[in-house]
């Protein structure tokens, strides 16, 4: 049984700074896509930026230079630096493994206060 379990989220004033994590377990991680997403309140699931397994990122347009998505195959880890936060990135965040096959973790609230 696949498990991703997300964890970092909570509260910040605007311009402050969260990382979340993810670990997973019950399925290869270091040869799989990872990426994470989110969903505010009344909005579709969206990409924030996801990692190949070689390493390649890709990042939505408004959080480049502001985010940052990285994975430690050795702890099945992936990570959210997610510097300068607006209030606008409230929302629940998502972990995600595979492209075509897909698993889901059950989320983390983030939150920005302005």
């Known amino acids: 049984q696949v498990q991703l379990v997300e964890s970092g989220g909570g509260v910040v004033q605007a311009g402050g700074s969260l990382r979340l994590s993810c670990t997973a377990a019950?399925?290869?991680?270091?040869?799989?896509?990872m990426g994470w997403y989110r969903q505010a309140p009344g909005k579709q699931r969206e990409l924030v930026a996801d990692i190949s397994s070689g390493g390649s990122t890709n990042y939505a347009d408004d959080v480049k230079g502001r985010f940052s998505i990285s994975r430690d195959n050795a702890k099945n880890t992936l990570y959210l630096q997610m510097n300068s936060l607006r209030p606008e990135d409230t929302a629940v965040y998502y972990c995600?493994?595979?492209?075509?096959?897909?698993?889901w973790g059950q989320g983390t609230q983030v939150t920005v206060s302005s």
């Open positions: 019950g399925r290869s991680f270091s040869s799989n896509y």
């Open positions: 995600r493994m595979g492209r075509f096959v897909l698993n």
